[in-house]
């Protein structure tokens, strides 16, 4: 089982950046795929990008590709969005996930955490 804690959200200008931190907790972080995943008001739960479980593939949504980075850090068993070049339609709640396989469904996660808010005013 794994725990997951967001934070690094924000309001920034368009154009502006952010970085996004996911916190894992136990000794499992190397077990599992981490995806970032968003939702704005109204709207469904989308995926943003995913990592491998050893952090040589990732995938991203090609609405974020060029301007977001996922990464992980297997001794602080964290996983990272660096957000670049933000975009108003950029602005929703970010939640980070981890599960068995990359995927880009939100059934493919099995942990989710609570969400960090990214504001992004034009």
């Known amino acids: 089982q794994v725990q997951l804690v967001e934070s690094g959200g924000g309001l920034v200008q368009a154009g502006g950046s952010l970085r996004l931190s996911c916190a894992a907790s136990?000794?499992?972080?190397?077990?599992?795929?981490m995806g970032w995943f968003r939702q704005a008001p109204g709207k469904e739960r989308e995926f943003v990008a995913v990592i491998s479980k050893g952090g040589t593939s990732t995938d991203y949504a090609d609405s974020v590709k060029g301007r977001f980075t996922i990464s992980r850090d297997r001794v602080k068993h964290t996983v990272y969005l660096q957000m670049n070049s933000l975009k108003p339609e950029d602005t929703a709640v970010y939640y980070c996930?981890?599960?068995?396989?990359?995927?880009?469904?939100?059934?493919?996660?099995?942990?989710w955490g609570h969400g960090t808010q990214v504001t992004v005013s034009s």
């Open positions: 996930a981890a599960g068995a396989l990359t995927g880009r469904e939100t059934t493919s996660y099995g942990y």
């Open positions: 136990g000794r499992t972080f190397s077990y599992y795929a």
